[in-house]
């Protein structure tokens, strides 16, 4: 917990049934400028030496499974993010946000909602949809940075696609 940044937490392969705070007021710290602290996924199981499987974070529907507010530099990789009350990932006056391959359902309303975070980025993650699902992204950026989006997979696939009327022109 101290201001260094460029910590690093693993977290072993499973479902955790507990949504992520990461806020001044718990006392979380913020990384560093090119030292992020960095929530890493282990779905091998190298670090963790916890037998290969899915890191997912699903609390239900009635927690979010991660809110980021007012701190700066985390990153988080390699993690499922399910469930979720109105959004999966609600993201708060926070700046130099990276969310890099992570799969992320929506909820009924939004799986990434960042109002106020300056220089966040989403990179190679898969946002996982069907007809009951809410929009993937709704990014407000304050002004003094950029949103990255990058090599992200953003689609209805198979039957739910050919349901919604986007295949066929009617929607």
């Known amino acids: 917990n101290d201001a260094g940044g ?7 392969p499973g479902t955790y049934s507990e949504g992520l705070l990461i806020t001044s007021a718990r006392g979380t710290r913020s990384g560093q400028t090119n030292k992020p602290n960095v929530i890493f996924g282990d779905p091998t199981g190298r ?17 979010t499974p991660l ?23 609600y993201l708060t006056g926070s700046s130099r946000l990276t969310f890099e391959r992570c799969v992320i359902r929506p909820p009924a309303w939004y799986g990434v909602y960042a109002t106020d975070c300056p220089s966040i980025s989403l ?15 709704y990014i407000y950026n304050s002004t003094g940075g950029n949103i990255t989006i990058r090599g992200n997979f953003l689609a209805l696939t198979g039957a739910n696609y050919r349901r919604n009327g986007m295949a066929d022109g009617t929607f």
Request: proline share 2%; aromatic share 12%; glycine share 10%.
């Open 6 to 12: 460029d910590h690093a937490i693993y977290v072993g």
């Open 47 to 63: 670090f963790t030496n916890d037998a290969a499987g899915d890191v997912i974070i699903n609390p239900g529907t009635s927690v």
């Open 67 to 89: 809110q980021v507010q007012s701190r700066t530099d985390w990153s988080f990789r390699n993690l499922i993010f399910r469930g979720g009350a109105n959004y999966n990932l």
């Open 123 to 137: 990179i190679e993650n898969d946002f996982e949809r069907d007809l009951t699902t809410g929009h993937n992204t």
